[in-house]
């Protein structure tokens, strides 16, 4: 069936298997195609008995996914208890397999100034004792201050250039390193020592600290694969019932964060090595580049004037020739060649290697949203997954921003799913009209799989279930798509309605008229922003002139990377069997050489 499915939320594993069952039976017979299992931390639940890693969690994800095989419908698997990340029960949060960082302590040193002692340590998560994190030196690198900029820019003087001292630090035990340096009297200097740590991120409820895996490492992957192995895929009638039915291993929106909240600073030990191999060069001396970038530094809202041309860095510059002026255009290609690596090793270490792993061995697919919210380019990860996903609370219903991801489900030829629905201060307060102009909003850039945000049982929790149901997803955010609404009644009907709209939409291949190259490290949505109507107002996002669309020309945006999964075909004049794109539109001033040629070839 073509119809929709539902996001349910769900009170740990405290479900009973009666409720379970008729749970879902009134998903089916509401016309719901499938759901995704999404386990909230909820007081007055033990976490002991009924978290992440739990037999009772097992049992109900066994006992759900069983009835939904019978009645042909599909389930997705969380990537670990809640949804901001992969996580693993009883991680070692100081082992590679979890999340890591590069931690960096700042010491400013006047001219002729002797340093001689104890090394800073960098900062570690709030709460966690120092001596408790694990920490493998990096490398410690002085700079002459060329000037403080505007005053809250410090600028790296690169006549002189980077001094690495790694060589004078001496370790004396597993948290104090030591170093003996005079700075020159040609100015003062600021040092940057830089120590790979743990980020100890993790996510509740759960039998132990569940905590966020390594993405750009092998180790994060094979832990997860672990894990997986021994808790979902150790019971043989289990994975039976999996084999034989539609699931999917499903990563949400890329929550994962170092231990002072940024999301730059991502690191594993093989990201050093890996980065020489794709660039060329050493980024550990530049790595104080992107100190202080925090999570939201870059992101102020969509259709910024700056777009994709637009070069933004952070706290720390390299300067020009001069020694004192700012070089923004060297200090930004250097965190974009950052920004790239992430985003190339986050496929290769972690998306390509379990979409292989799932499918092999389990006829699992793999379904994620794009990695908005992160500085890494928000397209390519589409190419190391099975499905690729949006969402309504980060776009706003804005159908350009949509176009963003629109372009690797159409070069990629696979569904595109959204997250739909979910609306801050309106649960309880949408219409099914609503629903219909949500969701037409999101037709209309391709999306062809809608997955409600959410559904909620009437059972709950006795310590926080009160009328009309169990909540689930905090009480501010709609939807609630069960049997507590009065409009369920047509729900069945709806659902006929858009199962007729999705076939269609899902058939064939498409025929989009264009593609827009877009290529934006840290690219903006409309997260920060209440309420957004571009579409409203008939003003576009990205691409801003409206006359293609006026002129009833349909358009995606991609990565100049997707250039390389499409080849001319002289006999339809498009780029291949799965897209239309009679033509490219380069709408920035600057792209990588490579895409470049690649662009010229396909011209040629």
Not at 352 to 369: D, G
Request: charged share 20%.
């Amino acid at each position: 069936s073509n119809a929709t499915e539902v996001r349910w939320w769900l009170p740990e594993g405290g479900h009973t298997d009666k409720t379970i069952i008729e749970e879902i039976n009134t998903m089916h017979e509401q016309g719901f195609t499938g759901f995704e299992l999404c386990m909230l931390d909820e007081a007055g639940v033990s976490a002991d008995v009924y978290g992440y890693g739990s037999e009772s969690w097992q049992h109900d994800a066994k006992v759900a996914i069983t009835e939904a095989a019978k009645l042909g419908m599909r389930v997705g698997i969380t990537s670990g208890t809640h949804w901001t990340h992969a996580n693993i029960p009883g991680l070692d949060p100081n082992s590679e397999a979890a999340g890591q960082e590069i931690g960096i302590s700042v010491e400013n040193v006047k001219a002729g100034q002797k340093n001689q002692g104890t090394l800073i340590l960098p900062p570690v998560k709030r709460g966690i004792a120092t001596e408790d994190v694990k920490k493998t030196f990096v490398g410690t690198y002085a700079y002459r201050v060329g000037s403080n900029g505007n005053g809250q820019q410090t600028i790296l003087d690169t006549k002189v250039g980077a001094i690495n001292l790694t060589d004078q630090v001496k370790q004396v035990d597993d948290q104090t390193w030591t170093l003996d340096w005079t700075a020159p009297n040609d100015g003062d200097y600021v040092i940057y020592s830089m120590w790979q740590q743990g980020t100890w991120q993790s996510q509740e409820p759960a039998q132990e600290d569940s905590y966020a895996i390594n993405y750009y490492g092998s180790a994060g992957v094979e832990a997860l694969k672990e894990f997986l192995k021994n808790y979902y895929f150790s019971d043989s009638e289990l994975v039976e019932a999996i084999k034989n039915a539609d699931i999917q291993f499903f990563m949400d929106s890329l929550e994962i964060s170092t231990s002072q909240g940024q999301r730059s600073l991502y690191w594993s030990n093989e990201m050093r090595q890996e980065f020489i191999n794709k660039k060329g060069y050493d980024v550990v001396p530049y790595l104080p580049l992107l100190y202080g970038i925090s999570t939201g530094a870059n992101f102020t809202g969509a259709g910024k004037p700056d777009g994709v041309d637009g070069v933004r860095i952070g706290n720390v510059a390299l300067s020009g020739s001069d020694g004192a002026t700012i070089d923004e255009m060297t200090t930004w290609r250097i965190t974009n060649d950052v920004y790239d690596v992430q985003t190339q090793l986050i496929q290769e270490k972690m998306m390509e290697p379990l979409r292989k792993w799932l499918k092999e061995n389990y006829n699992i697919t793999l379904r994620s949203q794009m990695p908005y919210g992160t500085y890494m380019e928000t397209s390519e990860m589409g190419m190391a997954m099975d499905y690729v996903e949006t969402e309504t609370l980060n776009m706003k219903d804005q159908t350009d921003t949509y176009r963003l991801w629109s372009g690797a489900a159409h070069i990629m030829d696979m569904l595109y799913s959204s997250e739909t629905a979910c609306v801050t201060g309106l649960n309880y307060g949408l219409t099914e009209q609503d629903y219909i102009k949500i969701a037409n909003l999101e037709y209309a850039a391709g999306v062809n799989r809608v997955i409600w945000h959410g559904h909620a049982s009437s059972w709950g929790p006795e310590s926080n279930t009160s009328w009309p149901g169990y909540e689930g997803m905090g009480a501010g955010l709609s939807t609630r798509l069960d049997s507590r609404n009065p409009d369920a009644k047509d729900y069945s009907e709806m659902n006929d309605y858009y199962g007729r709209v999705q076939k269609l939409l899902r058939e064939g291949v498409s025929r989009t008229d264009l593609g827009i190259l877009h290529l934006n490290y840290g690219e903006n949505t409309e997260w920060p922003t209440q309420y957004a109507d571009w579409i409203g107002n008939h003003q576009g996002i990205y691409w801003t002139d409206m006359s293609l669309q006026n002129a009833g020309y349909t358009y995606d945006y991609f990565s100049p990377d997707y250039l390389n999964k499409m080849e001319y075909n002289a006999t339809t004049g498009t780029l291949g069997d799965t897209v239309g794109y009679q033509a490219i539109l380069v709408q920035q001033q600057r792209m990588p050489v490579d895409a470049a040629e690649r662009l010229l070839e396909l011209a040629k």
